[in-house]
Nanobody
Framework: QVQLVESGGGLVQAGGSLRLSCAASGRTFSSYYMGWFRQAPGKEREFVAAISWSGGRTHYADSVKGRFTISRDNAKNTVYLQMNSLKPEDTAVYYC???????????????WGQGTQVTVSS
């Protein structure tokens, strides 16, 4: 099992940046494919980005490609989401998630953090 705790959310103006962190417990963090998802009020949870076990492969939603960067530090059991050029439509609760298989479908992920709120003002 793995437990996930997100941090780094907050209020930022449009065009600004934030870096989210997700700290994982357990010794097998490097075995897990990690993803970031988000959910805005009244909307379904959507895929944002994912990264492979070693960090060699990344995958992004079209809506964030070129603005967001996912990375991981397996020595620190942490995955990051650097968010630049933020837009009001990026406002949502952001969740990190883990599974052994990868992918962009939220229902394929087994472990979830509690979420961190990101609010982008116009």
């Amino acid at each position: 099992q793995v437990q996930l705790v997100e941090s780094g959310g907050g209020l930022v103006q449009a065009g600004g940046s934030l870096r989210l962190s997700c700290a994982a417990s357990g010794r097998t963090f490097s075995s897990y494919y990690m993803g970031w998802f988000r959910q805005a009020p009244g909307k379904e949870r959507e895929f944002v980005a994912a990264i492979s076990w070693s960090g060699g492969r990344t995958h992004y939603a079209d809506s964030v490609k070129g603005r967001f960067t996912i990375s991981r530090d397996n020595a620190k059991n942490t995955v990051y989401l650097q968010m630049n050029s933020l837009k009001p439509e990026d406002t949502a609760v952001y969740y990190c998630a883990a599974n052994l298989r990868g992918g962009s479908s939220w229902f394929n992920y087994d472990y979830w953090g509690q979420g961190t709120q990101v609010t982008v003002s116009s």
